[in-house]
Every structure is written in C-alpha cells, then in structure tokens.
Antibody
Framework: EVQLVESGGGLVQPGGSLRLSCSASGFSFSTYAMHWVRQAPGKGLEYVSAISSDGHSTYYADSVTGRFTISRDNSKNTLYLQMSSLRAEDTAVYYC?????????WGQGTLVTVSS | EIVMTQSPATLSLSPGERATLSCRASQSVSSNLAWYQQKPGQAPRLLIYGASTRATGIPARFSGSGSGTEFTLTISSLQSEDFAVYYCQQYNSRFTFGPGTKVDI
C-alpha cells in the first residue's frame, strides 16, 4: 500500500524557517516525481514545488521561488521542503503528493502556521 | 499560467440525483486534466485522470469527459458519501487547480 506521511509542520514566526519531511513507503520511491501542494485554511489547492525522480530537476511556484527548496533522499525514501523567509500567507496544510501524470497519491498533510 | 475555472461554485442536490460539474481552462490542456474529491478534514483523492479515465477503486458512477478547454465531471446518481468539494487540475503546462465546486445536500 502506498503511504506518504508528512511531518515537520508547526507554528513559526514571520521570517522564520521550517523543514517539512515526507516519508514514503509501499512503492519504488526513486522512480516517481514528487510534489508539494498546499491548502490555506478554507481555501483551494495550490501547487508549490516539484522534483524529478532523480532529484536533478526542481520546480517552484512563483509565490515561493527563492524562499523554498525541495529535495529528496532516495536512499531514505524521503522528500523534503525547506521553507525560509516565511510569511503569513504561507499558512496552510502542506501535502506531499506522488505524481503519475496526475497526483495519484496524497499524504494526510501537515499544518504550517506562520504567526507572531 | 493556465487559469482554471469551475462552475457552479456550489451545487445543491439530493441523493440519487445526477450531478454535472464543469471545468474550463484558459487555453488548451489537451486531455491532461484530473478531477479530485475532497471531504472535510481529509486529503484530496484522485477520481479521474486523462480527462476521462477513472482512478483505481473509483465507482463507475463517476465519469469525466472533454478535451482542450472544456471538461465535465458527472456523478450519475449521488450517494451520501459523494457530498464533498471537487477540484479540477490541469497538468499539461505546470500544474494549476480550479477553485472547486462544493456539492452539498
């Protein structure tokens, strides 16, 4: 069974940093592109970042470019999102998703709250 | 950036009724269109990909159609568990979601 389990969310002050992790199991992690998608409270879904299966190519939404860094460790079956210079508008549930064309598997999400 | 729009914003129906949800792209996305269902407090779940292919385990009452810029998700006979928010997403050029359609009782 495919499982994606996010961790690392929490309360952080504006301007602060946080690193999210996503532990994957039940599939060959190193053969899939992986993405982060977020959802602000009561709002819709927003693509955040993507990384190729080998980790060599990364992509970002304009809203997070220069502040967020996506990475992966295929030996540990883990996806990361390093977030810095956080803003109130980054407050959201962050989902780790597996991409196979569309997003065929989602984690349960981890809440990031940016507030003083 | 490709902008996705969905209509209506809210669809109020009764169990057993047919639901028709629309999704429009600002430019052609070919058939690179997916539909997701999200219930309160849960992660989204993939329903349809490639505009018309049901994902694994999705009941046959869910069907998708369309290509290019106009797409439709149809739920042939609403069950109680189908009342949720539905999002379309294009993955032809980067990835963008529509604002969602809430299907409620």
């Amino acid at each position: 069974e495919v499982q994606l389990v996010e961790s690392g969310g929490g309360l952080v002050q504006p301007g602060g940093s946080l690193r999210l992790s996503c532990s994957a199991s039940g599939f060959s992690f190193s053969t899939y592109a992986m993405h982060w998608v977020r959802q602000a409270p009561g709002k819709g879904l927003e693509y955040v970042s993507a990384i190729s299966s080998d980790g060599h190519s990364t992509y970002y939404a304009d809203s997070v470019t220069g502040r967020f860094t996506i990475s992966r460790d295929n030996s540990k079956n883990t996806l990361y999102l390093q977030m810095s210079s956080l803003r109130a508008e980054d407050t959201a549930v962050y989902y780790c998703v597996r991409r196979f064309g569309a997003y065929d598997h989602w984690g349960q999400g981890t809440l990031v709250t940016v507030s003083s | 950036e490709i902008v996705m729009t969905q209509s209506p914003a809210t669809l109020s129906l009764s169990p057993g009724e047919r639901a028709t949800l629309s999704c429009r792209a600002s430019q052609s996305v070919s058939s690179n269109l997916a539909w997701y269902q999200q219930k309160p407090g849960q992660a989204p779940r993939l329903l349809i990909y490639g505009a018309s292919t049901r994902a694994t385990g999705i009941p046959a009452r869910f069907s998708g159609s369309g290509s290019g810029t106009e797409f439709t998700l149809t739920i042939s006979s609403l069950q109680s568990e189908d009342f949720a928010v539905y999002y379309c997403q294009q993955y032809n050029s980067r990835f963008t979601f529509g604002p969602g359609t809430k299907v409620d009782i």
